[in-house]
């Protein structure tokens, strides 16, 4: 599972560091010019890894912005306020305020997510560069949603297969303010400009093939033709398959560490860091995607 990969006729080298998933790669120019072939052969290795680390790279945010638009359009994030004014692409996370820029914080704990599901055409892939990282907590956790799929029950596969959820971010407007009452007025605005939409429990990633649980806890309001609380205790039971340690990668951070995760295929979360001690700043990409398909 260690043993270096290297890439035919490119500079590309793939490590796995997870147990199902993850990958540490070197030999991409990410603020460079990217070959037609060394850019085929990154995106290979994302099907198959679904997280790649790139350490400790210099990037600027020109840099990320340029690399990210390689994979096709890019969301402007739904917290307009916390994108960076220079380049509206740039999304902000951390506890940092700074040149007209002042980054998303949230000081209760996050719940398992995939990137824009509340979007009817949710994102493809996200890129996390840390710009400023604590010495200490902030990890962030990638739960194998592929791998999770392949080892469900079968029993409970015939059960969910086909069955849609409804994900909208007035659900994640509520959950957030019962973990954190000091989140500001404009999750308010996001839960109106998005209605929510419908989403498939179990998704098809378009390239591989490969099927993935699409669970967002925070965020499903509720699966079609099932109450509430029937809705939640079924979420809850697959949350808790998928995100077992045989499943989870944690990526702690160091500076200058560049993460791109895909959508279709992992969720992710964080960990908490103590706010009052370390300032944290990361820069987000997101690609945006096409419709998910529903397996059938």
């Not at 033709?225 to 979420?235: F, N, R, T, V």
């Amino acid at each position: 599972m260690n043993q270096m990969m290297p890439r035919p006729n490119t500079r590309l080298t793939a490590r796995p560091i997870g147990l199902t998933m993850g990958a540490e790669v070197t030999g991409i120019p990410v603020n460079g010019d990217v070959s037609p072939e060394l850019l085929t052969d990154f995106v290979s290795i994302l099907h198959r890894y679904r997280v790649l680390v790139m350490p400790e790279l210099d990037l600027d945010p020109a840099d990320l912005v340029a690399f990210s638009r390689r994979f096709g359009p890019l969301e402007i994030h739904s917290r307009f306020e916390n994108t960076l004014p220079s380049n509206r692409h740039i999304f902000c996370v951390g506890n940092v305020a700074r040149d007209g820029m002042k980054a998303s914080f949230n000081k209760g704990v996050e719940q398992w997510h995939a990137d824009s599901s509340y979007r009817e055409t949710p994102s493809d892939a996200s890129l996390f560069h840390g710009e400023i990282v604590p010495p200490e907590g902030a990890d962030t956790l990638f739960a194998d949603a592929t791998a999770a799929w392949r080892t469900l029950d079968p029993a409970m596969r015939d059960r969910i297969e086909g069955l849609i959820a409804v994900h909208s971010l007035e659900t994640l407007r509520r959950w957030g303010a019962r973990h954190d009452p000091n989140r500001g007025p404009n999750v308010d605005r996001q839960a109106a400009k998005f209605p929510p939409v419908r989403q498939p429990l179990v998704r098809v990633h378009p390239a591989t093939g490969s099927k993935s649980l699409n669970i967002c806890p925070a965020v499903i309001s509720h699966i079609e033709g099932m109450d509430e609380a029937d809705s939640a205790a079924l979420i809850e039971t697959l949350i808790a398959h998928t995100t077992q340690s045989r499943f989870v990668y944690c990526h702690r951070w160091r500076k200058g560490d560049l993460v791109m995760w895909d959508n279709r295929a992992v969720l992710h979360t964080a960990s908490l860091f103590d706010h009052t001690r370390y300032q944290r700043l990361m820069y987000r990409t997101t690609v945006a995607g096409n419709a998910p398909l529903l397996s059938a």
